[in-house]
């Protein structure tokens, strides 16, 4: 495991729509985080796990967004009902102690 | 509330020292780092100083904090143009939970 993992990589879709990303930890971190970053941005976070247990939620963190992680491995971060202020790079990290690794992000684009 | 502060931009010639700072606010901020991020991917962590310390070095990167100011600084030795990237700094509150705040980040443009 050579570290963390999102899928898709770029996602296009239509204002009104629902949309799904995964994120694959590095296979020994317990905590998962999810972050927002718009253009000329630095990162907002959004939400944190410690294994299952989702112990932090921002309030950037709507309604229309909801995070999972079920077994304490990987994480699926779902935005329903897209707007275009959606559009942005969504971040996954992983950590055991207080190092946190990102993945490569999942480039959404609402239209 | 936490906030972290960056200029936006930076130029310097191939082979001179680069130094980057950064102003934060959280004066319980724990942890303090410094990101990489090139085009079009994630971010890669350099470094990171605990709260404690004053200064880190790690090959051509050197670290130094001064808590009194809440000031972080990043100085790459002998910059090459694979720096080129924006780098960011973040801080680890000490809120019990995991929020690492970034800053807005800086540009670093490497000129050969």
């Known amino acids: 495991d050579t570290g963390v993992s999102q899928d898709p990589r770029h996602k296009i879709t239509k204002r009104g729509q629902n949309v799904t990303f995964r994120c694959d930890p590095i296979?020994?971190?317990?905590?998962l985080y999810w972050y927002r970053q718009t253009l000329g941005q630095g990162p907002e976070f959004l939400t944190y796990?410690?294994?299952?247990?989702?112990?932090?939620k921002s309030r950037l963190l709507s309604d229309r967004f909801s995070a999972e992680r079920p077994k304490g491995s990987f994480s699926t971060l779902e935005i329903q009902r897209t707007e275009q202020g959606d559009s942005a790079m969504y971040l996954c990290?992983?950590?055991?102690?207080?190092?946190?690794?990102f993945g490569p992000g999942t480039r959404l684009t609402v239209t | 509330g936490e906030d972290v502060e960056q200029s936006l931009f930076l130029s310097v010639r191939e082979g001179d020292s680069s130094v980057i700072n950064c102003t934060y606010t959280?004066?319980?901020?724990?942890?303090l780092y410094w990101y990489k991020q090139e085009p079009g991917a994630g971010l890669q962590l350099l470094t990171y100083?605990?709260?404690?310390?004053d200064m880190k070095q790690d090959q051509r990167l050197t670290v130094l904090l001064n808590k009194k100011d809440k000031h972080l600084s990043l100085r790459i030795a002998d910059t090459q143009t694979g720096d080129s990237a924006i780098y960011f700094c973040?801080?680890?509150?000490?809120?019990?939970?995991?929020?690492?705040?970034f800053g807005t980040g800086t540009k670093l443009q490497v000129i050969p």
């Open positions: 990290a992983s950590s055991l102690t207080l190092e946190q690794y």
């Open positions: 100083i605990f709260s404690n310390m």
């Open positions: 959280d004066s319980s901020s724990t942890y």
């Open positions: 296979s020994e971190h317990n905590r």
């Open positions: 973040a801080e680890l509150g000490s809120g019990g939970y995991q929020k690492v705040t």
């Open positions: 796990f410690q294994n299952e247990a989702q112990l932090e």
